[in-house]
């Protein structure tokens, strides 16, 4: 027979996509009866690799809400074409009445952004950038057009060696 104590404890496997919560939200429906409530949460996942996305939903628990938001992220991961720790061009996006502009950094200039672009960019594996979020500061609408500007980006080019 085994000892409790003797067993090895079992190690925690590191999760396939980091997650960070951008917003948690409670919303009313009312009823007959009285109010409802929700939760909606709305969560970047990324592997710091290239892979990010933007996931929202709802659910009657906070823990509900954020597992439904990581599936919807999941279903919306894009790849991001990287030009080593930045992004190869200058991109600017206008979702609604979001607008994103992102410019690439030079190497060790860091992530200049703030709020959901940062999360989304930091997410991405983007070290070195620098942003600016014009028009609306809603969380949902600036990290969905965060997304929408670095789908837009095109391949870096390579340098052509000279063979002579």
Same mark, same amino acid.
């Given at each position: 027979?085994? !000892?409790?104590?003797?067993? +090895?404890?079992?190690?925690?496997?590191? =999760?396939?996509?980091?997650? /960070?919560? @951008?917003?948690? &939200?409670?919303?009313?429906?009312?009823?007959?009866?009285?109010?409802?409530?929700?939760?909606?949460?709305?969560?970047?996942?990324?592997?710091?690799?290239?892979?990010?996305?933007?996931?929202?939903?709802?659910?009657?628990?906070?823990?509900?809400?954020?597992?439904?938001?990581?599936?919807?992220?999941?279903? !919306?991961?894009?790849?991001? +074409?990287?030009?080593?720790?930045?992004? =190869?061009?200058?991109?600017? /996006?206008? @979702?609604?009445? &979001?607008?994103?502009?992102?410019?690439?950094?030079?190497?060790?200039?860091?992530?200049?952004?703030?709020?959901?672009?940062?999360?989304?960019?930091?997410?991405?594996?983007?070290?070195?950038?620098?942003?600016?979020?014009?028009?609306?500061?809603?969380?949902?609408?600036?990290?969905?057009?965060?997304?929408?500007?670095?789908?837009?980006? +095109?391949?870096?080019?390579?340098?052509?060696?000279?063979?002579?």
């Amino acid at each position: 027979m085994v !000892n409790k104590n003797s067993r +090895k404890p079992k190690r925690r496997e590191k =999760p396939e996509f980091e997650q /960070k919560l @951008l917003d948690l &939200a409670r919303v009313t429906r009312v009823v007959k009866g009285g109010r409802r409530f929700r939760f909606r949460a709305t969560l970047v996942i990324g592997d710091r690799k290239g892979q990010v996305g933007v996931g929202v939903a709802k659910g009657t628990d906070v823990s509900d809400s954020i597992q439904k938001a990581f599936n919807d992220a999941k279903k !919306n991961m894009i790849t991001v +074409k990287l030009d080593g720790n930045t992004i =190869p061009h200058d991109v600017t /996006k206008k @979702l609604g009445s &979001a607008k994103v502009l992102l410019k690439p950094a030079i190497e060790g200039r860091g992530i200049i952004a703030g709020g959901a672009v940062r999360a989304v960019v930091d997410l991405a594996g983007i070290r070195d950038i620098i942003s600016k979020s014009l028009g609306s500061s809603n969380k949902l609408n600036v990290a969905r057009t965060t997304v929408e500007a670095l789908r837009e980006l +095109k391949a870096p080019r390579v340098a052509k060696e000279d063979t002579k």
